[in-house]
């Protein structure tokens, strides 16, 4: 009898209990999007998630901490994704197809985050450089990525094309559309965002699989 195939899809979430440590990262993350960490007030932290300023500096001891926590969170959604999908995936190319899936559901569920990793960009990224380099780098996902499209690569299925930057430029084809919604809605007129994302997922993963130029 076969094994069922484990689905790598994001689930959702049930709304963490009002005045958890998960509750406070939610209404943290919401407060930084729109203020920035300078900005950003722990008293209307504490309004939004039910607890008391105290609380929050039990749980994470300053607002920088909670800012540096509310990163890793997202950090961790993506690690989490990726050492599943990188150690339960054999399919190069359903691989490929289930990270544009990811990456999309993950910019609806965490979309709060959008703001801060652009002013994360702008600001030379020092935060965000060491919550990729704790989450990536130090549990060897680039190496776990980069084995999959050498997979594909001898197998046959994929060119022979530099595995790193195609890799890196697969995660801007997604990213970019993700993070800069806002404005290309605008310039190319998309009047529905949600039915173009919806699409986009697979025009992203079947464009990089398959280039675009004819053979």
Not at 38 to 54: E, H, P, T
Not at 106 to 130: C, M, N, T, V
Not at 155 to 176: E, K, L, P
Request: proline share 3%.
């Amino acid at each position: 009898m076969k094994a069922k195939k484990r689905s790598l899809k994001v689930k959702s979430r049930a709304r963490p209990p009002a005045g958890s440590a998960e509750q406070i990262l939610t209404a943290a993350l919401a407060e930084f999007a729109e203020h920035g960490l300078a900005g950003a007030r722990v008293d209307r932290i504490a309004a939004l998630s039910g607890v008391n300023k105290a609380m929050i500096y039990y749980h994470f001891g300053s607002k920088e901490n909670l800012y540096d926590q509310c990163i890793k969170q997202v950090m961790n959604r993506i690690v989490g994704f990726f050492e599943e999908a990188a150690t339960t995936e054999p399919d190069p190319e359903e691989f490929v197809r289930k990270v544009t899936v990811f990456y999309h559901s993950l910019f609806d569920r965490a979309g709060d985050f959008r703001p801060i990793f652009l002013r994360e960009l702008a600001s030379g990224s020092e935060r965000l450089k060491a919550a990729f380099t704790a989450t990536f780098s130090d549990r060897g996902l680039q190496k776990k990525m980069k084995a999959l499209i050498d997979k594909g690569k001898r197998s046959g299925m994929f060119r022979n094309v530099d595995t790193i930057q195609a890799i890196i430029s697969f995660i801007g084809m997604n990213v970019f559309y993700l993070i800069a919604a806002p404005v290309i809605n605008d310039v190319w007129e998309i009047k529905d965002e949600k039915k173009f994302k919806k699409k986009r997922q697979k025009e992203v993963a079947d464009l990089f699989l398959y280039g675009l130029k004819a053979r």
